[in-house]
């Protein structure tokens, strides 16, 4: 019985044609958009090589920090370099900012960066930020030197090595901190965040299936439901048959997107796209469960049912960033508990962990975080089921 219902379940969904648009071509055809859209934002949103000058005096020349963090991102063979500097005087230096030869020059004032714009943009923003992140590389390096120092007194070797001391630590800093590299051309992505979305949005509407499938086995919903609470069969057997082919249709639509998306549009989900379809496989049973949440709470018809969870799913991807990031760093910001049970939400950060992180830690926290979002709805819904009941048929 469970696998004669399946299979009936399975071509009940595909002879639908509303539900077959919905959870196989609106999402190409919304991808299509996207590429179509944002085809050309990623190449003009590259950094381009910022021109630079710093002033050539003593501090400079004893700043070690300084100086080779400079050199190495100004360094023609390194294709992640930043900028084109130019090491002069600082009447040069001046001159060459109102020719608008540079947008800005640093002057090493006792170890401090000192420095000069006459405009204010990104590029003054990135080099300022620079700056200042080699200022607190340089201030570690020293706090890290004197403690060693101090160490080596303390032990009774009075013939401190400065020298050597100092180069270790410099290499221990350089090994244990990132540097700052110009990754803008390789992952920088604002497309990506749509492509992110579209996925969530995907997974979400699941839901759509998991409310078909709930109705047509409810009684009060349909003829089927009606000889379903008749028959003699264990109704929660044909339920979950149901629901499995509603899953399976769902993944069905999530691998379409990823083909077309892959193969047809070229889109890059980098080298973790495993775990990428493992999420999207975890988030299609979240927007499954939501659906069947609905479909056994909700007392009404099924226009009404598809329209809330249409509404819910459009919500949760304009609060995680669809419709622009910013919504979704105002939300995280301001009120965090909201994507938190956001289950869009908890589908894009995963892909962005996966996208900006080394680690899997966050990614984890997101996968588990909607399994567990699925198995409470779940357990709604079968409790919600159970208490259901008719006067008449």
């Known amino acids: 019985m469970f696998i004669h219902n399946f299979k009936y379940s399975l071509k009940t969904l595909f002879r639908n044609k509303e539900l077959i648009f919905w959870t196989f071509a609106f999402p190409i055809i919304l991808a299509t958009f996207f590429n179509m859209a944002f085809s050309d934002i990623e190449n003009s949103e590259k950094l381009d090589i910022i021109n630079i000058a710093i002033i050539q005096n003593d ?3 004893n700043n070690e920090v300084f100086k080779s963090a400079f050199e190495e991102m100004s360094d023609k063979n390194n294709k992640d370099r930043l900028f084109e500097t130019k090491y002069t005087t600082k009447e040069e230096a001046q001159k060459l900012l109102e020719e608008e030869k540079i947008v800005g020059y640093m002057e090493l004032v006792d170890n401090k960066p000192k420095l000069t714009f006459i405009t204010s943009g990104i590029n003054e923003t990135i080099f300022k930020y620079v700056s200042e992140e080699i200022m607190q590389t340089s201030n570690i390096i020293n706090n890290l030197t004197e403690e060693e120092i101090q160490n080596q007194i303390m032990t009774g070797n009075f013939n401190v090595d400065y020298e050597s001391i100092y180069n270790k630590v410099i290499e221990i800093t350089t090994e244990e901190n990132v540097k700052l590299k110009n990754i803008s051309s390789d992952n920088l992505s604002y497309t990506m965040i749509e492509f992110y979305t579209l996925i969530a949005m995907v997974c979400l509407y699941g839901g759509i299936l998991g ?12 003829n089927q439901g009606k000889r379903v609470s008749v028959a ?6 044909v339920i979950l048959s149901s629901v499995l082919a509603s899953y399976i249709t769902q993944l069905i639509g999530v691998a379409l997107l990823f083909i077309y998306t892959i193969f047809v549009l070229n889109v890059d989900y980098g080298n973790n796209l495993g775990l990428i379809i493992i999420l999207a496989m975890v988030g299609s049973l979240a927007g499954l ?12 018809n099924e226009n009404v049912k598809t329209g809330i969870i ?3 799913t459009m919500l949760g991807c304009f609060l995680s960033g669809m419709m622009g ?3 979704k760093y105002i939300i995280d910001k301001n009120i965090p508990i909201i994507n938190k049970l956001n289950p869009a939400n908890m589908i894009t950060d995963g892909l962005y ?3 900006y992180y080394e680690t899997l830690d966050r990614y984890i926290f997101n996968v588990v975080s909607l399994l567990i979002f699925a198995f409470t709805l779940i357990v709604v819904s079968y409790i919600s089921l159970r208490r259901q009941k008719y006067d008449s048929i």
């Open 59 to 61: 501090d400079l020349d």
């Open 211 to 222: 409310t078909v499938s709930i109705n047509q086995n409810l009684a009060n919903m349909s």
């Open 232 to 237: 003699p069969t264990t109704k929660g057997k």
């Open 289 to 300: 469960s939501l659906g069947t949440m609905v479909a056994t709470t909700i007392k009404s």
């Open 310 to 312: 249409l509404s819910i």
């Open 325 to 327: 990031i910013t919504m």
């Open 353 to 355: 962990s996966l996208y």
